[in-house]
């Protein structure tokens, strides 16, 4: 055994190269699996006890000595290769790293939470799978409501109480069953319809609903507080009119246009000649929802409004598929240069 040792490191000591391919194929011959010195290792098994600290150290000494031996080859050859291969220009400036940024709708979303944060407006969140009291019952949606109907909403099968949310009003309720006025919030988020996707329409989408409870609230207060928005969001030119509409939660109800940002009111292809743009629902708050959540109708009055993130955003950045929101392509989403 020891013979094969000195033999081992005769030859590896005397072992000389001319390139880099010659000290791969004298590495795989003395440190592979199958190489000499892995040989040597399976030797060991059958040295007497009596030899084996000795022979033992002498094995490690010798892969010790094989490896510096390939390692000093190979810086050899890597310190003589071609120059334009291995040198690095250090004056050349550093690759740019592309910043990203944000959603077009994350960026609308903003917005409109700062505008409604500057008039006390705080911003309240809540689940996304709601039962039928939240999501209608309380929201004075009857059983025989059609907004109840499986082409509208997406209930859980192991639970027919059980929806994904069609509105974040269902936000709301949970804010009136948990305090009482005065209540200024506004509840942003992802809510689902059961309908086909289209270039006006989704599966998914956002919403905006704002809820303002207390004494004596009017509905001049909703329409001064739409009336701010529309200029905040839209600028200072813009007008607002009111539509008489129904909801099933607000009486009286109310849809609200905004002179077309683009024709400034002359008629123009996105107000379709019209001069005015549909932008969200409104109304004050019935009654009888009131009662549903423990707040005393005959002491306490509100407004409610309620407006979808994408319309915003599509008027804002004039984009005419709603699809183009839910796609992740980068050649859309790198045009709204809001920063992270």
């Known amino acids: 055994m020891k013979n094969k040792i000195d033999e081992l490191l ?5 072992f000389t190269a001319n390139s880099k391919e010659n000290v791969e194929e004298f590495r795989i ?5 199958k190489g000499k010195l892995t040989a040597l290792f399976e030797d060991f098994k059958t040295v007497e006890p009596s030899l084996r600290k000795e022979v033992g150290q002498r094995l490690n000494d010798l892969k010790i000595k094989a490896q510096d031996k390939i390692n000093h080859l190979k810086e050899k050859f890597g310190s003589t290769a071609d120059a334009s291969e291995e040198l690095m220009d250090l004056s050349l400036p550093a690759e740019t790293i592309a910043l990203g940024s944000r959603h077009p709708l994350s960026i609308i979303r903003n917005q409109i939470v700062d505008i409604f944060s500057k008039i006390g407006f705080t911003v309240s969140e809540g689940p996304e799978i709601e039962d039928d009291w939240h999501n209608f019952t309380a929201l004075n949606t009857p059983a025989d409501h059609p907004a109840r109907d499986m082409q509208d909403t997406f209930y859980i099968q192991e639970n027919p109480d059980i929806v994904l949310r069609t509105q974040t009003s ?9 305090g009482q006025p005065p209540i200024r919030t506004i509840s942003p988020g992802r809510v689902y319809r059961n309908e086909a996707i289209s270039a006006r329409a989704h599966c998914q989408f956002h919403q905006v609903e704002g809820l303002y409870i207390d004494k004596k609230v009017s509905f001049a207060d909703l329409k001064q507080t ?6 905040e969001m839209f600028g200072e030119e813009t007008k607002i009119r009111l539509r008489p509409s129904f909801f099933p939660f607000t009486e009286i109800s109310a849809e609200m246009d905004i002179s077309c940002p683009f024709c400034k009111g002359k008629g123009c292809n996105i107000c379709k000649g019209a001069g005015w743009v549909e932008i969200l629902g ?10 549903n959540c423990k707040i005393d109708s005959t002491q306490y009055s509100g407004f409610a409004f309620g407006m979808g993130i994408e319309r915003i955003t599509m008027l804002k950045y004039q984009v005419k598929d709603l699809r183009l929101f839910f796609e992740n392509d980068v050649r859309f989403l790198k045009q709204f240069k809001s920063v992270i």
Request: charged content about 20%; overall charge negative; hydrophobic content about 45%.
């Open 282 to 291: 409104c109304g004050m708050v019935d009654p009888a929802v009131l009662q």
């Open 10 to 14: 005769n030859e590896i000591e005397a």
């Open 170 to 178: 269902s936000v709301q309720v949970h804010i009136m069953e948990g």
């Open 226 to 231: 739409l009336l701010y928005f529309s200029k």
């Open 29 to 33: 011959k003395i440190l592979s699996k």
